[in-house]
T-cell receptor, first 111, second 115 residues
């Protein structure tokens, strides 16, 4: 119930392409869904987040799509760049409580 | 405004020794969270603290691990009698006083190696 399942585990995308990472959850008490970006040797940094009453949120090249009925959400990175190469974590939380992280997706953008 | 600070950044301990990890939250933040990340895995919640109070320690191992966030000074995660399986990156995050903010800001982590 507390899990957030993330796929794929790793992803290789050509420069300029679209990177898509998918996540699913079970606990309907979750009401905040952040995405974190982590570079090697660094801490996770908040990238973008969405609440379940919104179906889509876009910030620059990053878009979250949210399907409340299916309990699924995804991150789309448009026009992917080599600088986007990092590990991405989807996550879920409720009421300023602990964050439940997905297992991560290692993204590599090929020049 | 400085971000979340953690020290040391790297810590090497022999089996059986104690490890003390420190976390200074962002200015104005009174909520601190500790997470552990094993190699090639996601972060796992350990404990959530406010000043002088443990709010949620459901992710803490029952033995050898403890955490505190005193009225003055940094939050401390303490691991007694370390074992090889404790080798991991330990991240601290903080959030503002207003609990309506769900955003947590992470520090750079402490990488613990147990030899």
């Amino acid at each position: 119930q507390q899990q957030v399942k993330q796929s794929p585990q790793s992803l290789i995308v050509q420069k300029g392409g679209i990177s898509i990472i998918n996540c699913a959850y079970e606990n309907t008490a979750f009401d905040y869904f952040p995405w974190y970006q982590q570079f090697p040797g660094k801490g996770p940094a908040l990238l973008i987040a969405i609440r379940p009453d919104v179906s889509e949120k876009k910030e620059g090249r990053f878009t979250i799509s949210f399907n409340k009925s299916a309990k699924q959400f995804s991150l789309h990175i448009m026009d992917s760049q080599p600088g986007d190469s990092a590990t991405y974590f989807c996550a879920a939380t409720s009421s300023a409580s602990k964050i439940i992280f997905g297992s991560g997706t290692r993204l590599s953008i090929r020049p | 405004n400085a971000g979340v600070m953690q020290n040391p950044r790297h810590l090497v301990r022999r089996r059986g020794q104690e490890a003390r990890l420190r976390c200074s939250p962002m200015k104005g933040h009174s909520h601190v969270y500790w997470y552990r990340q094993l190699p090639e895995e996601g972060l796992k919640f350990m404990v959530y603290l406010q000043k002088e109070n443990i709010i949620d320690e459901s992710g803490m191992p029952k033995e050898r691990f403890s955490a505190e966030f005193p009225k003055e000074g940094p939050s401390i995660l303490r691991i007694q009698q370390v074992v090889r399986g404790d080798s991991a990156a330990y991240f601290c995050a903080s959030s503002p006083l207003a609990s309506v903010s769900y955003e947590q800001y992470f520090g750079p982590g402490t990488r613990l190696t147990v030899t």
